[in-house]
C-alpha cells in the first residue's frame, strides 16, 4: 500500500509538470482541459455530506469517551481546542498579510455569482432563510441534497443522541465507524483520479494566467511551509521548555525516524503506535500516552488548521472573491469542527476545504481545482506539524498530571537510554494491558 501510494505521488508530479507544459505551449488546448479539474472536484464533492456526518458523530462520541477518563482527558481536550485556534488564527494572520492569489484573477464568474448572491441575500432577508434552510426535509435528506450545514446538524443532534443512549449507543458508533471507513476507503479510491484533475486544473490555470499561477502557487506553498515552521518553533518550543523544561529539538531529533516514516507517506497515522511506545519510553505514563496520542489524533491538527485557513484565503483571492473578516473567521470555526477525525486520511484535507467552501460560499468550490496539483506537497507539512504538535501535547499533558519522568527524559535525549525497538512490538500485544483499554475508548 506504501508503495501504491507514492507511485500516486510520483504521478502527481508528472501530471502537474505536463499541466504546466500544455498550458504554456499551448494556452488554448489548456483551457479546454478545465473540465478534467472540474470533474476531479465534483468527485471530491459527492462524498462530502457522508465525511462530515460520520467524523461528527463520531467526534462527539471521542469526546463524552475521553471526559470519561476523567482529569487527562480533560485537560487534552482542552489544551487541543486552544492550540488548533491559535493554528486557525496564525493562519489568518499570515494569509491577510501576505494576501495569497492576488492579481490572478482566475475567473470572473466567482466574482459576479458571489455579488449576485449578496444581492440576493439583501433583498429576500437571508438570514431566516440561511437558519430555515439548515434544517432538512428529512433525516437522510441532509445526506443527500448536498447541503453541508444540513449534514453537520443531522450529525451533531445524532452524536448528542448516542451519548444520551450510553451502551446502548454503542453497537450504533461501531456501525457508523464502519460507515466512515467504507467512506474513507472511496475516498481513498477518488484520490487515485488526482493525477488527472490536477493535469487539467494546472493546464487550465497556466493557459489562462501564464506565469502568474505558478508565482502564486510557489508563494501560497513557502508561506504555508514557513508558517508550519514559525508555529512549531515559535509557539510550540517556547510552551515545552516553559512547561516541562524539555527543548523542542532534541525531541524532534528523538522523533526523527517517525518524521521519516510521515515524510514517505504523508500521513501522521503511519507513526501512531511508536509515538506512543516512544512517549512511554520517554517518561510519559501510559496512561497519559494512551490518552492523549489517540485523541490528539482527531482533536488536535494545527498543520491541518494551518492549511484550511491559507488555502481559503488563496482561492478566495485568486477567483476574485475575497472574504470579510467575519466570513473568514465563520467558514474556518466550521472547518475546524469538521476535520475533526479525520486524521491520516490521504484526501481528507481537501475534501473539508471543499465541504467548507460548499457550505458558506458554494461559487468557490471550483476553485478548489486550482490547488489540487499542490495539495499534495502541502500534506506532508500537514502532517508532520501534526505529528510535532501531538508528539508536545503527550509531554505536556504528562507533566501538567504529574505523570512526567523529567529525569528520565533527559537521559533518553542525550542518548544514555536509547529506544530499543522491540519495545514497540511488546507495546502492541494485546496483553499490553490499560493502555490497549484507554486506546480503544479513546477510539470510539
Avoid at 479539474?37 to 467524523?55: D, Q, Y
Avoid at 458571489?114 to 434544517?135: H, N, P, Q, R, Y
Avoid at 456501525?175 to 483520479?193: K, P
Wanted: proline residues 3%.
Amino acid at each position: 500500500m506504501r508503495d501504491r501510494t507514492r507511485y500516486l505521488y510520483v504521478a502527481v508530479i508528472v501530471a502537474v509538470l505536463l499541466g504546466i507544459l500544455v498550458g504554456f505551449l499551448w494556452p488554448d488546448v489548456g483551457k479546454e482541459l478545465k473540465p478534467l479539474g472540474t470533474g476531479f472536484v465534483a468527485l471530491i464533492k459527492m462524498v462530502i455530506g457522508p465525511i462530515i456526518f460520520c467524523t461528527i458523530v463520531l467526534g462527539v462520541g471521542s469526546v463524552r469517551q475521553a471526559a470519561k477518563v476523567g482529569k487527562v482527558g480533560g485537560l487534552a481536550l482542552g489544551y487541543f481546542i486552544v492550540m488548533s485556534t491559535v493554528a486557525l488564527l496564525i493562519g489568518l494572520v499570515v494569509g491577510n498579510i501576505i494576501h495569497p492569489g492576488e492579481g490572478l484573477q482566475l475567473t470572473d464568474a466567482a466574482r459576479q455569482a458571489a455579488e449576485a448572491e449578496a444581492a440576493k441575500g439583501a433583498e429576500s432577508g437571508s438570514t431566516v432563510d440561511f437558519l430555515l434552510g439548515v434544517i432538512p426535509d428529512t433525516l437522510v435528506s441532509s445526506l443527500t441534497s448536498g447541503s453541508v450545514l444540513q449534514a453537520l446538524l443531522v450529525a451533531l443532534l445524532t452524536g448528542f443522541a448516542l451519548q444520551a443512549m450510553g451502551t446502548k449507543g454503542a453497537p450504533i458508533l461501531r456501525g457508523v465507524e464502519h460507515l466512515q471507513r467504507l467512506v474513507f476507503r472511496i475516498l481513498a479510491m477518488i484520490m487515485w483520479a488526482t493525477p488527472v484533475g490536477a493535469f487539467g486544473a494546472i493546464a487550465a490555470v497556466v493557459g489562462a494566467t501564464g506565469i502568474e499561477a505558478l508565482k502564486s502557487l510557489a508563494i501560497i506553498m513557502a508561506a504555508f511551509y514557513i508558517t508550519c515552521l514559525l508555529f512549531v518553533g515559535v509557539v510550540l518550543g517556547p510552551m515545552l521548555w516553559l512547561v516541562a523544561r524539555v527543548n523542542l529539538w532534541s525531541l524532534l531529533r528523538y522523533l526523527g525516524r517517525e518524521f521519516l516514516l510521515i515524510l514517505s507517506t504523508s500521513s501522521s497515522e503511519t507513526a501512531l503506535p511508536r509515538l506512543i511506545a516512544k512517549m512511554e519510553h520517554l517518561g510519559v505514563s501510559r496512561t497519559v500516552a494512551g490518552i492523549t496520542v489517540p485523541t490528539g489524533y482527531s482533536f488536535n491538527l494545527d498543520g491541518t488548521a494551518i492549511y484550511l485557513t491559507m488555502a481559503t484565503l488563496f482561492i478566495a483571492t485568486a477567483t476574485g472573491s475575497p472574504l470579510e473578516l467575519g466570513e473568514q473567521v465563520a467558514l474556518l470555526l466550521f472547518m475546524m469542527v469538521a476535520s475533526k477525525g479525520a486524521a491520516g486520511v490521504t484526501g481528507a484535507g481537501l475534501a473539508t476545504l471543499a465541504g467548507g467552501l460548499q457550505a458558506h460560499r458554494p461559487e468557490l468550490v471550483e476553485g478548489v481545482g486550482f490547488i489540487v496539483g499542490i495539495d499534495r506537497f502541502m500534506s506532508e507539512a500537514r502532517a508532520l506539524t501534526n505529528f510535532a504538535g501531538n508528539a508536545v501535547a503527550t509531554v505536556l499533558v504528562g507533566t501538567w498530571t504529574g505523570e512526567f519522568d523529567r529525569e528520565r527524559a533527559e537521559q533518553v535525549l542525550t542518548g544514555h537510554a536509547p529506544f530499543d525497538e522491540a519495545t514497540l512490538l511488546d507495546d502492541e500485544e494485546p496483553a499490553a494491558g490499560p493502555e490497549a483499554g484507554e486506546k480503544e475508548l479513546t477510539k470510539v
